[in-house]
């Protein structure tokens, strides 16, 4: 079978036929042209107002990539001719196999951007004997072109959330869709502020904010009362991960303290290496693990009181009805006051604080969970960790919403991924 024949099984353009394909000498990678023509009596196509206009002269001959085949690069050849439009001036005629001044076609483009999901863009680049930059700006146009036309209709359930980026405490915001029927990456944005999470709901409008139903966040207080002024209607569920993880750096706080006053006082080191057997599940523990956690229940320790009310507070969310949730968060938070650990103190303050937040969700039938959410945050991280970081903010913007977005593709007449 030709090469002609291949291509006009897979890659059709309308207007233009394939003319001969002959092989490039000298070239430093085995390399293909195959030359593009316009179909007999056939207009150019104004490139800016997509009308058929008069032909005015042809350009030089220009050079555009292809998907390679047998790990040949194939180029398309081709003099662009430029038309005379009464309402544009001269300009260069559309090509349906590029866009613009650009110099890979759109299907090497779509390619690119498809490996670009399974591989990191370095290993996308040396795969196909291409540059990072083509890699890159494929995955870019492909970003754009999903994100102006992605369905935004029917999101009744968001969560909010951020992830360390770079060095200095730099933040990302990420907001996801964590319905059941739909869940990917809505928007990012740079820093955590107040300003940041506005201009989410800025850019996701005012009636599709209204008419949002539940809302995942942490206790961020710029965060909550963003949420609070935009999306008041909705359910703003506060984060049980997040939660759990302050009640587990308070107890955490205390041991450390704890460890060190023993060992200042001449007394048994204990808590000496047990802070990942106090903060694991006891279900998670192994047998060792099981018969040292039983050793150190035997002691009156701070640590081991904290240890004891962080694992009660684990019954606060196998309730149900959010009246009892709400008597057991109060004899919980009595409790913990009254026991002189300042960190768990610190804790109960903050819950009690937040109750009418917590409480949110046991309305929402315990739907939504902060596992979506952390899910996504390991694939974010997993996606800047693959690439061994961004020097920009755009570049890790772009390679979130390329992996996590659930982006629309155009229809194509052949798929080669």
Known sequence: MQIKTILNRVQKYKSFVYGSVHWLEGASVPTLEVEMRPRTNSRPICGHCAKKRPGYDRLPVRRFEFIPMWGCKIFFVYRPRRVDCPRCGISVEDMPWVEGKRRLTEAYAWYLAGWAKRLSWKEVAEAFHTSWDHVFCSVERAVNWGRGHQDLSGVDAIGVDEIAWKRGHRYLTLVYQIDEHNKRLLWIGERRTAKTLLRFFRWFGKERSLALKFICSDMWKPYLKVIAKKAGDALNILDRFHVMTHLSKAMDEVRAQEARELKEQGYEPVLTKTRWLLLKKPENLTSTQGSKLAELLQ???????????????????????????????????????????????????????????????????????????????????????????????????????????????????????
């Open 299 to 417: 002691y009156n320790l701070k640590s081991i009181r904290s240890y004891l009310l962080k694992e009660e507070f684990q019954l606060f969310w196998q309730y149900t009805s959010p009246y009892w949730a709400g008597v057991y968060l109060d004899k919980w938070c009595t409790k913990t006051m009254r026991s002189k650990i300042e960190p768990m103190k610190r804790v109960a303050r903050m819950l009690r604080r937040h109750q009418p937040l917590l409480m949110n969700w046991f309305k929402a039938k315990k739907q939504f969970s902060s596992g979506i959410v952390e899910g996504f945050n390991t694939k974010a991280k997993l996606t800047t960790r693959k690439a061994y970081g961004f020097r920009t903010y755009h570049a890790a913007e772009i390679a979130l919403y390329h992996t996590l977005g659930v982006l629309p593709v155009p229809e194509t007449p052949h798929k080669f991924f």
